[in-house]
């Protein structure tokens, strides 16, 4: 099939995702009143959305029975730029097309880039030049993806400046861009703001360290910019509840997300504008050491994560992580599986520690909204 010319692909983009989203002003409006015609409202004070990179999520069988419209994907912040024929590219915008063809909102992250990396093997963190263009190159190519996380997970240790300072450390040696890190993550999301101003930009996109100073070192830097959405992947608060029962119960510091909206409600009150999206949250099947907790585990836990905006009306959205893991064997899935789905090798291998392409109790924790449980 013949590659669709720069001007083309930018119109199919267009049209595939307006089709379901309109401008991110109106991103807000539903969020404390559910799922409109499924659930009860009495039963759902929050919105769910899936965060997943797989276009075979939104294909498979069991999606539409899911009651989810929203869905979260992470891209290179250089998608844009890369030849039509790329193969992350290709991905993402079959990704694109899929959530397209279920009505399902998209929510789109940028991240680091596998094409950039330092000596010493992790990530390197954009310029703020190589940003600027990046981004205005996804914004003209994507001009109707309005909902953007500016940056994931800029407190995670895989990326560095050009300097070789962390973009994850939070003190400054000097308080410029090549120097310090919160300074150049806090930049992203004032750059992407100022290039979409129709956007509904998440601040953050925080990873799962409770209390961590890098939030206040960046929101210094947001200068006189006040989020209307913040982001944090609370991921630690369910591995805590999945390893030891912990609740996250008042005055927990090893809380992430009450150590986190107690925070933002600490600052002065030109901070009070912001919602807070849990937007990459999950509960083991099996996790990265090969445990495998199985299913009255992962389902009680994905309970727990649904409780997790009894902590502050603020907490509006929760993106569960994920569906399924895609693999090519049972020996190349992934060994951290959070999946409400359990994977489907392509080759037929069985798993060994479950049954492939079951559906799990925890599906159907997602589906009803069921926050009951231990």
């Avoid at 805590?240 to 510091?253: E, F, I, L, M, N």
């Avoid at 037929?348 to 589906?367: E, K, Q």
Wanted: with cysteine; aromatic share 10%; charged share 20%.
């Amino acid at each position: 099939m013949a590659i669709p010319s720069r001007c083309k692909r930018r119109q199919l983009m267009a049209l595939v995702v307006a089709s379901v989203m309109g401008c991110g002003d109106g991103v807000f409006e539903k969020e404390v009143h559910g799922e409109e015609g499924t659930v009860p409202r009495s039963l759902v004070d929050f919105a769910v959305g899936i965060s997943d990179s797989d276009a075979e999520t939104f294909t498979h069988p069991a999606w539409d029975g899911l009651n989810v419209k929203r869905a979260r994907v992470v891209v290179p912040y250089d998608v844009a730029q890369r030849p039509a024929n790329d193969a992350r590219r290709l991905k993402f915008e079959a990704w694109l097309q899929a959530t397209a063809a279920k009505a399902v909102e998209p929510y789109v992250t940028l991240g680091p880039s596998d094409l950039r990396k330092a000596a010493n093997g992790k990530y390197l963190a954009p310029t703020d030049v190589e940003f600027r263009a990046a981004f205005e190159s996804f914004h003209a190519t994507y001009p109707a993806i309005t909902l953007v996380g500016a940056w994931n997970e800029p407190n995670f240790p895989n990326s560095v400046l050009q300097s070789g300072v962390p973009l994850d450390q939070p003190t400054c040696a000097s308080e410029d861009l090549e120097n310090c890190g919160p300074l150049r993550a806090a930049f992203y999301y004032r750059l992407v703001v100022s290039i979409c101003p129709d956007c509904t930009v998440a601040a953050g996109e925080f990873d799962a360290t409770p209390n961590d100073p890098y939030w206040d070192r960046y929101r210094i830097f947001l200068r006189s910019h006040r989020p209307k959405l913040w982001s944090i992947h609370p991921h630690h608060d369910a591995n805590r509840y999945q390893a030891s029962g912990a609740h996250c119960v008042p005055g927990d510091q090893g809380c992430t997300t009450r150590t986190f909206v107690n925070w933002l409600g600490g600052l002065d009150a030109s901070w009070d504008v912001g919602h807070i999206w849990l937007t990459e949250v999950g509960a083991f099947y099996r996790n990265a050491d090969g445990q495998v907790f199985g299913d009255v585990s992962q389902r009680d836990t994905t309970k727990f994560i649904l409780r997790l905006p009894n902590l502050s009306g603020r907490i509006t959205r929760i993106y569960y992580y994920n569906s399924a893991n895609q693999c090519s064997t049972a020996a190349n899935c992934a060994m951290q599986d959070r999946g409400i789905i359990a994977p489907e090798p392509w080759d037929g291998s069985p798993l060994g520690y479950d049954t492939a392409g079951r559906i799990r109790p925890s599906y159907a924790v997602l589906r009803d909204r069921d926050t009951n449980g231990p």
